[in-house]
């Protein structure tokens, strides 16, 4: 793997972190403290052709590879967390499906408008007593004539009471995996937002309860083969990983370099408190452990790119990402001391934030099983 970024990927990185730095973080607080959706920072994004950064420019993407993409993912995480992760499952999660398993048709009537920022896309696996086993979901789609029939619920779906457009995966098949996935536009009767949860943090990204209650839509919404739904939703949640880890990679290089600032500003007893070797080696720990992210990152996203399998380096990305970025923020919070406890200083919510990147596309529990069983080349465990 080649460690240096192209030109290109350069300018992507350095484009999204002066917009990210300059727009999206003066306001990051205000998001926080009002669960506010940043409606004005996916415009910018849209204006800046980085709603579809990944997908060729026939479909109204920016024709972008998966490391320029770990690149805007982690540099928006850095400036709001909130931004980054409704931005990833938009990308990763909405997007992808239908460009991996999408007919021509389908990408030219939904991917193009979820890539140039015309709408917003959502993921509808996860439901109510369906979590890690994801393969238990219990939606229904029933083909009746030229329309399936969805019936169900899903749980702590991102985006998706303001989504425009979901992927969703129903139980098509009495045998076998048997689930599918189906492309779901708002506004189809019998599709219900339910309630929005209120959550620890990242409060400005939309966390949805999704409602079917005989929904009907047209037979062309199957989203590829039916009954592969379970191979597909694995294959997206792969790829989602590693914009997850990217996402842990940026809060928690912003809380690390909180803590360096304020490590050089704060005295105690005559002296800097950086020139003390408890809160060096804090400090120490967390930028080895976050550079060494970032390399595990790139590894993924490249191999990924390079149609290379990746599944079980997207899962050690991700695992090992998020609990470094946890232990980068815990530790900022240490050397803040009191500080670090308020919410007027922006360690606390780094650390609330990133606490959903050990749980979401994935606990870090499921990600070590998903290790392991590829390293010891057993069945793959069907988890999200």
Not at 42 to 59: H, N, S, V
Not at 131 to 147: K, M, N
Request: hydrophobic letters at 40%; a negative charge; charged letters at 25%.
């Amino acid at each position: 793997m080649d460690l240096q970024l192209s030109q290109e990927q350069e300018m992507i990185r350095d484009l999204v972190r002066e917009v990210a730095q300059s727009e999206f973080a003066p306001r990051a607080h205000e998001i926080d403290e009002t669960s506010r959706f940043p409606t004005e920072n996916f415009r910018r994004l849209a204006e800046l052709g980085l709603m579809g950064l990944p997908w060729p420019q026939e479909y109204g993407g920016a024709g972008g590879d998966t490391v320029s993409l770990t690149l805007a993912i982690e540099e928006i995480a850095k400036a709001d967390g909130s931004t980054a992760l409704s931005y990833a499952a938009h990308i990763s999660l909405a997007s992808g499906p239908i460009f991996y398993f999408g007919t021509e048709q389908q990408k030219q009537r939904y991917l193009l408008p979820l890539a140039k920022g015309e709408w917003l896309g959502a993921f509808g696996l996860t439901e109510p007593h369906a979590g890690s086993d994801a393969a238990a979901a219990r939606t229904t789609a029933v083909l009746d004539g030229y329309q399936w029939v969805v019936n169900g619920r899903k749980a702590w779906i991102t985006n998706g009471s303001i989504a425009d457009v979901v992927v969703i995966a129903a139980r098509t098949e009495a045998e076998g995996d048997g689930l599918s996935n189906f492309i779901i536009e708002k506004g189809t009767p019998g599709f219900i937002a339910g309630k929005d949860e209120p959550k620890m943090g990242l409060r400005g990204s939309v966390t949805s309860e999704l409602i079917f209650e005989d929904c009907r839509i047209p037979a062309e919404n199957l989203l590829g083969v039916r009954g592969h739904g379970l191979q597909q939703f694995l294959q997206v949640l792969d790829a989602g990983r590693i914009g997850i880890g990217a996402m842990a990679l940026g809060l928690g290089e912003a809380a690390l370099e909180a803590a360096i600032g304020y490590a050089q500003a704060r005295s105690a007893f005559g002296r800097p408190i950086g020139d003390y070797q408890a809160i060096q080696w804090m400090i120490a720990n967390a930028a080895t452990e976050l550079e060494a992210a970032r390399l595990m990152i790139w590894e993924a996203a490249s191999l990924k790119d390079r149609g290379t399998p990746f599944t079980k380096e997207a899962a050690m990305a991700k695992l090992f990402a998020s609990e470094a970025a946890e232990r980068a923020c815990r530790d900022a919070i240490q050397i803040f001391g009191g500080y670090g406890y308020s919410r007027e200083f922006p360690v606390e919510r780094y650390y609330r934030d990133n606490r959903l990147t050990t749980i979401g596309e994935g606990t870090s529990e499921i990600q070590r099983l998903v290790i392991a069983r590829e390293i010891l080349g057993l069945a793959h465990i069907v988890e999200s």
